[in-house]
C-alpha cells in the first residue's frame, strides 16, 4: 500500500492567480498521476509524472496549463495557472506502487476559484 | 475504448439495509479496483478484485472477469456508508466508471 499526502486541503482562490498543489508519497514510485473531478463527476487523468522527464499529458490538457513537477521519487506539484471558475474541481494525485496497477489515491485539494 | 457501466446510478437505503452495486465493462480488463469517496472527497480503497470474491467486515466483492463484471456488496449500511462508490478498471490507462451514489438514512 502507499500513505499519501496533499497540500492543500483545500483552497479558495481568485480568478488569474495560480495555485501548486503538492502530493508526498510514503514510498519511492516510479510514475505519479495527477487527477481532476469536476462536481458531480468520475475522475478524469491529467497527466502522469515521471521522475526526471516530462510529464506526459492527456488530449485536452496542456503543460501551460497544468505545469507539472517530479523532482524525486517521492514527491510532485502540480500547478493550477490563469485560474478560472471552470477550475473549481477535487484534484488528485494517485500511485501504484506494487507493479500490479493497485492505485492509491492522496485525499485530494478541494479548489474553488472565484 | 473500453467503456464502464455503473449501476443503479443513485440508490437510497435505510440504515440496516443491504445492497448490491454491479459494474459491467464493454472489454475485458487486467485489474478491477472498487473505490468509496466520502463526502469529504476522499477515495477510500475497498477492493483489489480482478477475479474471485473477498470480503472485508460487512462489505464484499466478486469479480467474474470471464463476463466483464463486478458486484460490491454492502449489508447492514451504516450512514457512514454515505458517499460515491467508484469501480475503475485498469488495461493500462484507468478506466473510470460515474459511480453509484449512496445515501444512506437513519
Known amino acids: 500500500s502507499a500513505v499519501i499526502s496533499q497540500k492543500p486541503s483545500r483552497d479558495i482562490c481568485q480568478r488569474g492567480t495560480s495555485l501548486t498543489i503538492q502530493c508526498q508519497v510514503d514510498?519511492?514510485?516510479?510514475?505519479m498521476f495527477w487527477y481532476r473531478q469536476q462536481p458531480g463527476q468520475s475522475l478524469t487523468l491529467i497527466a502522469t509524472?515521471?521522475?526526471?522527464?516530462?510529464?506526459?499529458?492527456e488530449s485536452g490538457f496542456v503543460i501551460d496549463k497544468f505545469p507539472i513537477s517530479r523532482p524525486n521519487l517521492t514527491f510532485s506539484t502540480l500547478t493550477v495557472s490563469n485560474m478560472s471558475p471552470e477550475d473549481s474541481s477535487i484534484y488528485l494525485c494517485?500511485?501504484?506502487?506494487?507493479?500490479?496497477?493497485?492505485?492509491?489515491f492522496g485525499p485530494g485539494t478541494r479548489l474553488t476559484v472565484l | 475504448g473500453i467503456q464502464v457501466e455503473q449501476s443503479p446510478p443513485d440508490l437510497i437505503l435505510q440504515e440496516g439495509a443491504n445492497s448490491t452495486l454491479r459494474c459491467n465493462f464493454s472489454?475485458?480488463?487486467?485489474?478491477l479496483q472498487w473505490f468509496h469517496q466520502n463526502p469529504w472527497g476522499q477515495l477510500i480503497n475497498l477492493f483489489y478484485?480482478?477475479?474471485g470474491t473477498k470480503q472485508n467486515g460487512r462489505l464484499s466483492a466478486t469479480t467474474v472477469a470471464t463476463e466483464r463484471y463486478s458486484l460490491l456488496y454492502i449489508s447492514s449500511s451504516q450512514t457512514t456508508d454515505s458517499g460515491v462508490y467508484f469501480c475503475?478498471?485498469?488495461?493500462?490507462?484507468?478506466?473510470f466508471g460515474k459511480g453509484t451514489k449512496l445515501s444512506v438514512k437513519p
Open positions: 494517485s500511485v501504484a506502487p506494487s507493479g500490479n496497477d493497485e492505485q492509491f
Open positions: 514510498s519511492q514510485v516510479t510514475m
Open positions: 509524472a515521471n521522475q526526471g522527464s516530462e510529464a506526459t499529458y
Open positions: 472489454d475485458s480488463v487486467n485489474n
Open positions: 478484485i480482478p477475479s
Open positions: 475503475i478498471g485498469s488495461q493500462g490507462n484507468l478506466i
